[in-house]
Each structure stands twice: as C-alpha cells, then as structure tokens.
Nanobody, 120 residues
Framework: QVQLVESGGGLVQAGGSLRLSCAAS????????MSWYRQAPGKQRELVAQ???????YSADSVKGRFTISRDNAKNTVYLQMNSLVPEDTAVYFC??????????????WGRGTLVTVSS
C-alpha cells in the first residue's frame, strides 16, 4: 500500500503565498517523477509542475516565475511554493507520484487534493 498525504492549502488574498506539501509513505522502493496538478471548477485537470528524480523541473506557462516545485528524496516529499497568487489559481491541487513498490509494481498514485482559494 502507498499513500500520499497533502497539506498546505487554504484561503489567501491575491498577491499572497502558500506552500503545498505532499508526503508519500508505504511500501516504496523508489520514487520517479513527482507532480502537482490542479482542477478549477468546471475545468479539466491540468499539470502545474513536475520534478524528476534527478531534479529537472517543468512548470506550466501560467505559473512560471511564480510557482516553484521541489522535492526532498529523504522524506519522499514534494513541495509547491506558490507566490504572487491570483484568483485564477483557485483550484483543488492534486499531488501525483510515480512509485516503484517493494514488490516491483509500478504505480501512479494520486493524492486526495487540497483546496487553494485566492480572493481578490
């Protein structure tokens, strides 16, 4: 069994900052890419940012220069630092992690999501 626990969402005013965390636990042998997605009301889920095992990162154009993804491999945790938030960033944010389990299964695991609300 593998679980992801997300934290850090909440209500913030435009221009403010939040830091999301997502910790993986369970029968983990190794972790591959770690990503953050978001889904706004009435919209499709979209990739926000991704960090590879080696530390290479990708950020969507809409968040470039404002959001930073990072990971702590010792803690099996991925972070999303969100600065200069705007109302359009309001969404449920989901953590997504590629995991190889101890019994050699490759899984793509999703967190339950954490709500970020940015007020104008």
């Amino acid at each position: 069994q593998v679980q992801l626990v997300e934290s850090g969402g909440g209500l913030v005013q435009a221009g403010g900052s939040l830091r999301l965390s997502c910790a993986a636990s369970g029968s983990i042998f190794s972790i591959n890419d770690m990503s953050w997605y978001r889904q706004a009301p009435g919209k499709q889920r979209e990739l926000v940012a991704q960090v590879s095992t080696g530390g290479s990162t990708y950020s969507a154009d809409s968040v470039k220069g404002r959001f930073t993804i990072s990971r702590d491999n010792a803690k099996n945790t991925v972070y999303l630092q969100m600065n200069s938030l705007v109302p359009e960033d309001t969404a449920v944010y989901f953590c997504n992690v590629g995991i190889r389990t101890i019994d050699s299964r490759d899984l793509e695991v999703w967190g339950r999501g954490t709500l970020v609300t940015v007020s104008s």
